[in-house]
């Protein structure tokens, strides 16, 4: 197994892809601890996780709140006393709005979430992995980071921010054996990217299989990514398969963006 006994924390666990990741490692021998505000969806989570024979903690946690994650740190180190591979999935949509009609409290909320909530996360977890002299950091990012979305500027910015705090985190890091790596995934199947789909057919006044349409067709495999398509790829970057990647970006696009 790829992460036979490692200790994975997993932000965003309760639903969507965090919730594939948390499985998914799971699956490949480590036990897991899920950080989210839902706790009872988590508790699903931990529930499958610990039927296939590993360990889960559930941790509510705001990563908008300093004082939530810095307990979410004391929760886990006490019980485990180390963090072997961390995952920031975490994250919102954000206003879908004109850059000049977003209201300024939800561009904040945006960062805050998206950015500074990953800031953080490294902050209280990265001295013990540091202490360990192992690790692996696996931010999730967007093709919203890489290219505009329209009317999604708060989003877009918050993901292109996550690259070069990724490159950050592998440059100050690697002296001390840990890796940071990035995944940038495309348009991934359930119920945000149909959101994003209703969003944009709005502002576009189109149809909203109009817009999917568009979007499978600007993908080379035309069609969208599936969570387990991401969830494959932590596994990846956080075992050893992957001991010599570091602050890469790694696209899980269909081919929809290539750079």
Request: aromatic fraction near 4%.
């Amino acid at each position: 197994m790829k992460l036979e006994d490692k200790l994975v924390v997993v932000t965003g666990a309760s639903q969507g892809i965090g919730r594939q990741i948390a499985l998914s490692c799971a699956a490949e021998g480590a036990d897991v601890v899920l950080a989210a505000r839902s706790v009872d969806a988590m508790v699903s989570v931990a529930a499958e996780i610990e039927n296939s024979g590993r360990a889960a903690q559930v941790v509510e946690t705001d990563l908008t709140d300093r004082a939530s994650v810095e307990a979410l740190g004391r929760a886990v180190l006490d019980r485990w006393d180390r963090v072997d591979v961390l995952v920031n999935n975490s994250g919102i949509g954000g206003p879908a709005a004109p850059i000049w009609e977003v209201p300024p409290d939800e561009w904040d909320e945006t960062l805050a979430v998206n950015v500074s909530g990953i800031f953080s996360m490294c902050q209280v977890f990265v001295p013990a992995m540091i202490e360990c002299g192992d690790g692996s950091i696996v931010n999730i990012g967007s093709i919203g980071g890489k290219r505009p979305l329209l009317n999604r500027a708060a989003y877009t910015t918050s993901k292109a921010a996550l690259i070069g705090l990724t490159r950050s985190l592998a440059e100050e890091l690697g002296p001390h054996g840990i890796r940071a790596n990035l995944i940038s995934p495309g348009a991934v199947e359930g119920p945000r990217i149909e959101w994003v789909f209703e969003q944009q057919a709005i502002a576009q006044n189109r149809s909203v299989e109009e817009i999917r349409t568009q979007f499978e067709a600007g993908a080379p495999l035309r069609q969208l990514v599936r969570a387990e398509d991401i969830a494959k790829m932590v596994v990846f970057l956080g075992s050893e398969d992957a001991a010599r990647i570091t602050g890469a970006d790694m696209n899980v696009t269909a081919g929809m963006v290539m750079y």
